[in-house]
């Protein structure tokens, strides 16, 4: 059974746009998923300031890998752009039953785990990556793993 794309082109919530940029099919060979990548650009804008991609799977690597990653170009940090960008790539992982979802960072990416609290991930532990993994290859050894239920309430405030 072939993998069905549904993530609409353009994401919003009037302050972040998210622009598709590329839709990958599985790579069973490389262990990788389906994968949606879109730019991040403020609303209005198609000056990218960052990008996210969603990888759609069930597979157990995402407890290391996570299936969403993503980065905001640092002048445009400490604005919640990539807490936003999340939200809205929550509701392409819904439309596909995907719930819940793992989002991993390094240990010492305080930015990035505030994020993960921000959208109302659940921080379930610091975890090693396997030695077979490919961020153990690119020098990962630990990731902080959260789980995240797309649809929940995101916490506010800091």
């Not at 609409?8 to 262990?31: C, F, M, N, Q, Y």
């Not at 929550?90 to 305080?110: D, K, M, Q, R």
């Not at 050894?141 to 916490?155: F, L």
Request: hydrophobic share 30%; aromatic share 8%.
């Amino acid at each position: 059974m072939s993998f069905e794309f549904l993530g609409p082109e353009l994401l919003t919530d009037l302050v972040v746009d998210l622009r598709l940029t590329a839709r990958k099919e599985a790579d069973p060979l490389k262990g990788h998923s389906p994968m949606y990548e879109y730019g991040i650009t403020l609303h209005g804008s198609k000056a990218r300031i960052g990008g996210i991609n969603l990888r759609v799977g069930t597979d157990p690597s995402f407890l290391t890998s996570g299936h969403i990653g993503y980065g905001i170009d640092e002048p445009y940090r400490g604005h919640h752009y990539a807490s936003r960008a999340c939200l809205l790539i929550g509701n392409v992982a819904l439309l596909h039953g995907l719930t819940p979802l793992f989002i991993t960072c390094a240990p010492e990416n305080i930015a990035s785990r505030r994020t993960c609290e921000r959208i109302g991930g659940k921080l379930l532990g610091t975890y090693d990556v396997p030695v077979d993994h490919e961020m153990y290859r690119r020098g990962r050894r630990r990731v902080c793993r959260y789980e995240w239920r797309p649809g929940s309430p995101p916490r506010l405030g800091r």
